[in-house]
């Protein structure tokens, strides 16, 4: 095999996995589409078995900005969903209602006032 042989091999290679994920992209987006309906999915996914290439071409140029789109606001939900469970696991608090909650814990008897001053001290240090 020569470098050439070898270069050739490889650019054909990459279209073959340019094409895959292109494939594989636009069936992703088919079902994700809500403005399609079970028919019309049906449809689109023979048509890519049947023309693949004349099938994901078609679909890009008709779809293509929806796909962005949809695309788009799949992220950002992922992203704001992310956030809010980061956000809960993390239990942030205000310093306020962690002395609050410290507060009741002295006043039942299950913390003395010195780790009562302490509890308040680092929840006042948060804020800084």
Known sequence: MTFWDFIVWTFWFYLVVVCISIFIRVIIDVFRDPELNGWAK???VLFLVILPFLAAF??????????AQRSAAGAMEAQAAATEHIRTVAGTSSPSAEIES???????????????????GKALAGVA
Do not use: N
């Open 42 to 44: 049906a449809l689109w």
């Open 58 to 67: 078609i679909y890009l140029i008709a779809r293509g900005g929806r796909m």
């Open 102 to 120: 410290a507060k009741r814990l002295l006043d039942s008897g299950a913390i003395t006032p010195a780790e009562f001053e302490t509890l308040k």
